[in-house]
């Protein structure tokens, strides 16, 4: 195909504001792309490469507009190229506004414009990908002033923007994959499905054409092609426990996803999928030693301290940035892995896999280097998983659905951020109760009040999240403002006051106030405050 017609077929797209006329216009596009279809897939999104393949064009804007003045003749300068830019605001429209094809450059020699056709710009920007070490920038300039010296006007807009990966077309993945099903009759949910495994729309479109159905349905996950990572919402545990019959709850680790890929070598690839096998030696040896068959696995990968403790997200940063001398990078700070999913195992793909049958096989394949995880529908004992995450000085808590696939690139409602709270609220104690067996001697749950003009109305009660230790202290802090007792339970002078953290304030007939907090947390005691210090029941409500 000539460029010159993917022009224009892409300036007939940019022009079309109503979607489904675009999807009908991709399509035609794709049924006359002919050997081309690869290519001009992902073209019309602006790429060179497939999403799989982190190699980058690295052509910055500086080189670009270089290679556009030199095309446009011995009187532009960059300087013009970029002041033109301002004034029309995009490359593409910069690009179209010089007249390429008059001047005196390389069409001279050849007796006028020769043609460029796609697979020559796709062969001539990824011989410019490849372009490394001492003279390699005048290479890539040589080459795209080589491209833009043969272009018209529809064609230089269209290679400058591909060629800074800025196509607005307004072509986006869902409009390929709806073209993809209309030029080749082929279903959208298996289009769909073979885009998620293979990330490669170039691929997609060729099968559906040349195979149909029958050919995409052969599209699975390759060990070495990264898919798109699983994404999470911001969520709470009350959101979890109302839509799921369970939920498992992990640890959410502060550090980088990571996807692993093992056969007989290793591979490590990043949340956008950058190759980084070579920052993290560590987590290669513990892959190779660990993994005794092909397996994709989904995690995140930790920076830890001599004892194992988690050290902050930048140290992590740190080591990926690294380029050169890995090993004392890796002296300075070991990474560990964190596996938290498991997306394919020795020739099967497990995409469509509840995730409690994905975390059955990741238990078989690996002992250790696997998230924390616990499976539970009590508020309070994830409250404690929670607590217990936070306390060891990590980020705090994902919650996700035990039945859910697992969707590349999705960020749905399966898979939960643990919200932090937003807001705390200072209240005062106004009784407790007598904790059981083990902790018989201290006081085990606190009633808590908010201030009115004229007293205290009760709102909630915290038991979790507090430790043994800190109970003693609680009960002795508390003991001297006991004012009656009644079997386990005592009330107390209003005196004391907690900060509180909790996810929401629903009304309740259950406490005075006619409000429970839900899901309320200890977090620490005011000892600078007094119970007039204390909020009042006209900010709860406020804050509802
Ligand atoms: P955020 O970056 O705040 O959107 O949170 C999502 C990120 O948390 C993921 O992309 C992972 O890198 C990270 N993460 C840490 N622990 C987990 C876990 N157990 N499950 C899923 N993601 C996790």
């Keep these: 195909m000539e460029f010159a017609a993917f022009a224009a077929h892409a300036s007939a797209i940019e022009a079309e504001p109503a979607d489904l006329e675009t999807v009908a216009l991709v399509a035609e596009l794709f049924a006359e792309s002919g050997d081309d279809l690869p290519v001009v897939a992902r073209f019309v999104q602006g790429r060179v490469f497939p999403a799989h393949d982190s190699t980058k064009l690295d052509i910055g804007p500086a080189l670009c507009y270089e290679a556009i003045a030199r095309a446009a003749g011995q009187n532009v300068t960059a300087a013009d190229v970029e002041d033109r830019l301002a004034d029309r605001g995009e490359i593409g429209a910069v690009a179209a506004s010089y007249d390429f094809g008059g001047q005196q450059g390389l069409s001279a020699f050849t007796g006028g414009r020769d043609k460029l056709t796609v697979a020559e710009v796709d062969t001539e920007l990824r011989s410019l990908a490849a372009a490394e070490g001492a003279g390699s920038e005048e290479t890539k300039l040589q080459t795209l002033f080589g491209l833009f010296n043969r272009c018209a006007a529809d064609e230089a807009k269209y290679l400058a923007r591909l060629v800074l990966a800025e196509m607005r077309i307004g072509v986006g993945e869902g409009t390929v994959r709806d073209a993809i099903a209309e030029a080749f009759a082929v279903p959208i949910e298996e289009t769909e499905r073979a885009l998620q495994v293979s990330n490669d729309y170039g691929l997609v479109a060729e099968t559906a054409r040349d195979e149909g159905e029958a050919g995409l349905e052969r599209i699975h996950l390759e060990v070495g092609r990264p898919v798109q990572a699983m994404l999470a919402q911001a969520g709470t545990v009350t959101d979890a426990l109302d839509s799921w019959e369970a939920a498992v709850v992990e640890t959410k680790y502060d550090g980088a996803r990571v996807q692993v890929h093992a056969s007989e070598a290793v591979r490590l690839?990043?949340?956008?999928?950058?190759?980084?096998?070579?920052?993290?030696?560590?987590?290669?040896?513990?892959?190779?030693a660990e993994l005794d068959v092909p397996a994709i696995l989904d995690g995140e990968v930790v920076a830890v301290d001599d004892a194992g403790d988690p050290l902050p997200f930048q140290e992590i940063l740190k080591r990926f940035r690294r380029k050169h001398d890995i090993g004392r990078a890796r002296e300075e700070v070991t990474v560990e892995l964190r596996a938290f999913d498991?997306?394919?195992?020795?020739?099967?793909?497990?995409?469509?896999?509840?995730?409690?049958?994905?975390?059955a096989r990741l238990d078989d394949l690996l002992d250790v280097g696997r998230?924390?995880?616990l499976v539970s529908d009590d508020p309070d004992e994830i409250e404690a998983f929670e607590q217990a995450a936070l306390d060891a000085g990590h980020e705090g808590i994902m919650l996700k659905d035990p039945s859910s696939r697992y969707t590349p690139g999705n960020r749905g409602k399966h898979w939960l951020k643990r919200k932090p709270d937003v807001e705390t609220l200072d209240l005062v104690v106004t009784g407790a109760e007598w904790g059981e067996g083990r902790r018989a001697s201290f006081l085990g749950t606190f009633l808590l009040a908010a201030r009115t003009d004229d007293g205290y109305e009760t709102i909630g009660k915290v038991a979790t999240g507090i430790t043994d230790e800190r109970l003693a202290e609680l009960t002795e802090l508390l003991d001297p403002h006991i004012v009656r007792q009644e079997g386990q339970t005592v009330d107390i002078r209003p005196e004391v006051v907690f900060e509180v953290g909790y996810e929401e304030i629903q009304q309740s007939p259950t406490y005075s106030s006619g409000y429970a907090l839900r899901f309320p947390r200890f977090v620490e005691v005011r000892e600078e405050k007094s119970a007039a210090d204390a909020d009042t029941l006209e900010r709860i409500e406020r804050l509802r």
């Design 342 to 359: 498991c997306l394919h195992v020795d020739g099967e793909d497990l995409l469509s896999a509840p995730l409690d049958e994905r975390h």
């Design 269 to 288: 690839y990043s949340r956008n999928m950058e190759d980084v096998t070579d920052a993290l030696p560590e987590v290669v040896e513990f892959v190779e």
């Design 371 to 373: 998230s924390e995880r």
